[in-house]
């Protein structure tokens, strides 16, 4: 009789103990696989932490076998993790009750299946690089082409602008592929990271809002909340707070003491060649409409000072520019969601913003039209 009772209860905590550790419950998932030839015996998982700063939060560290085998179940929330063996990042978007499997011959030939989501991320990713290479990166090598001939500057200034305006274009694809193939997966997180605001708000709101009702009380829920009131915040309409950084003497120079009708705020850098090559027309537009009420506000994301100061005079950027030298790890990055230079906000006298991102011609059109505006009021 005690013989019968301890065995019931063995089957009992047995029983427990399997459904605590299976994937299949609700409130949790599982990693496992098996990749040959691995040169290390653990793995590292992390999960997303600031996915704009690209900052992750260690997890766990998984054994990994002799034979390339691993397994782990974790009581996590969904979220974006990332499963590191030595060199290599396998970029994770993972639901509760999904048993991811990894596997492959080698660490660069690994294939995941069990997660959707993941599925989706990967899918994403492939198409974000098809569209930059199209749209972006042939530019790019054009120019190369370009620079090997007698080539007239004009030509390189040409293909400069049509670069950022293809890269318009490469985001807004990115926003039209979430809308037509994602819907609110976990991976959708991942692609926060290149939203923008404008013309693209209204459906983001839309989709953040689904979001959360699908997925409350996550705390990625509440980040991509985040975002969405940074991006009303950085959109036509909204308004530039104070900015307040050092200039190349460390002298603290504010954005709200350039006093002035309109105001460029422009994001550059020295690395960034469409940067450069935009401050030949900034100091057309600065000449041309100085003297009228125009100013611009000049940030660099640089990181070394004297490629900064290079650049400052080689450019002839003579108006107030200033740079913390921490790149894109700089507040002002943060606070105004700046991940991809050039990038600027042209604002009125009292910090509300007129247009973003607006480069070259259109630049110019813009400012003609506002000065006649305000000319013949």
Same mark, same amino acid.
């Given at each position: 009789m005690n013989y019968r009772k301890h065995y019931i209860l063995y089957i009992s905590i047995t029983f427990l103990l399997f459904n605590s550790c299976s994937p299949k419950k609700q409130n949790s998932f599982s990693i496992s696989g098996k990749i040959k030839g691995l040169e290390t015996n653990f793995a590292i998982l992390s999960k997303a932490d600031n996915i704009q700063k690209k900052t992750t939060t260690f997890v766990d560290s998984?054994?990994?076998?002799?034979?390339?085998?691993?397994?782990?179940?974790?009581?996590?929330?969904?979220?974006?993790?990332?499963?590191?063996?030595?060199?290599?990042?396998?970029?994770?978007?993972?639901?509760?009750?999904?048993?991811?499997?990894?596997?492959?011959?080698?660490?660069?030939?690994?294939?995941?299946?069990?997660s959707k989501d993941t599925q989706l991320l990967n899918n994403y990713e492939k198409f974000r690089i098809e569209s930059l290479d199209r749209l972006v990166k042939s530019v790019r090598r054009s120019v190369t082409t370009l620079k090997k001939t007698n080539y007239d500057q004009s030509e390189i200034a040409d293909l400069r602008e049509l670069e950022v305006e293809n890269y318009k274009k490469h985001i807004n694809e990115l926003t039209s592929y979430v809308k037509d193939s994602m819907g609110s997966s976990i991976a959708v997180y991942f692609t926060s990271t290149r939203w923008s605001g404008n013309k693209n708000l209204p459906y983001l709101k839309e989709l953040v809002q689904s979001f959360k009702q699908n997925y409350e009380g996550l705390e990625i829920s509440e980040k991509l909340n985040k975002k969405i009131e940074l991006l009303e915040k950085t959109s036509v309409g909204g308004f530039i707070s104070n900015i307040e950084m050092p200039n190349a003497e460390n002298k603290l120079i504010s954005l709200n003491k350039i006093k002035a009708n309109y105001i460029l705020v422009d994001f550059w850098a020295s690395w960034c060649p469409p940067c450069r090559t935009e401050s030949v027309l900034l100091n057309e537009v600065y000449e041309d409409f100085?003297?009228?009420?125009?100013?611009?506000?000049?940030?660099?994301?640089?990181?070394?000072?004297?490629?900064?100061?290079?650049?400052?005079?080689?450019?002839?950027?003579?108006?107030?520019? !200033? &740079? /913390?030298?921490? =790149?894109? %790890?700089?507040? !002002? &990055? /943060?606070?105004? =969601?700046? %991940?991809?230079?050039? &990038?600027?906000?042209?604002?009125?006298?009292?910090?509300?913003?007129?247009?973003v991102n607006i480069h070259g011609e259109k630049l110019k059109e813009k400012l003609k039209s506002l000065f006649e505006s305000s000319s013949s009021i």
């Amino acid at each position: 009789m005690n013989y019968r009772k301890h065995y019931i209860l063995y089957i009992s905590i047995t029983f427990l103990l399997f459904n605590s550790c299976s994937p299949k419950k609700q409130n949790s998932f599982s990693i496992s696989g098996k990749i040959k030839g691995l040169e290390t015996n653990f793995a590292i998982l992390s999960k997303a932490d600031n996915i704009q700063k690209k900052t992750t939060t260690f997890v766990d560290s998984l054994k990994v076998n002799s034979l390339g085998e691993f397994n782990s179940v974790y009581i996590l929330e969904p979220n974006i993790y990332y499963l590191t063996f030595g060199n290599k990042t396998i970029p994770l978007a993972i639901d509760l009750g999904q048993h991811l499997v990894i596997s492959g011959n080698s660490i660069e030939d690994v294939k995941v299946s069990g997660s959707k989501d993941t599925q989706l991320l990967n899918n994403y990713e492939k198409f974000r690089i098809e569209s930059l290479d199209r749209l972006v990166k042939s530019v790019r090598r054009s120019v190369t082409t370009l620079k090997k001939t007698n080539y007239d500057q004009s030509e390189i200034a040409d293909l400069r602008e049509l670069e950022v305006e293809n890269y318009k274009k490469h985001i807004n694809e990115l926003t039209s592929y979430v809308k037509d193939s994602m819907g609110s997966s976990i991976a959708v997180y991942f692609t926060s990271t290149r939203w923008s605001g404008n013309k693209n708000l209204p459906y983001l709101k839309e989709l953040v809002q689904s979001f959360k009702q699908n997925y409350e009380g996550l705390e990625i829920s509440e980040k991509l909340n985040k975002k969405i009131e940074l991006l009303e915040k950085t959109s036509v309409g909204g308004f530039i707070s104070n900015i307040e950084m050092p200039n190349a003497e460390n002298k603290l120079i504010s954005l709200n003491k350039i006093k002035a009708n309109y105001i460029l705020v422009d994001f550059w850098a020295s690395w960034c060649p469409p940067c450069r090559t935009e401050s030949v027309l900034l100091n057309e537009v600065y000449e041309d409409f100085g003297a009228k009420g125009f100013k611009i506000y000049g940030i660099s994301f640089d990181t070394k000072k004297d490629r900064w100061l290079k650049a400052l005079e080689k450019d002839k950027r003579i108006w107030p520019e !200033v &740079s /913390t030298l921490k =790149g894109f %790890n700089s507040q !002002v &990055s /943060t606070t105004y =969601g700046i %991940n991809a230079l050039p &990038s600027n906000f042209l604002i009125d006298s009292t910090g509300k913003i007129l247009e973003v991102n607006i480069h070259g011609e259109k630049l110019k059109e813009k400012l003609k039209s506002l000065f006649e505006s305000s000319s013949s009021i």
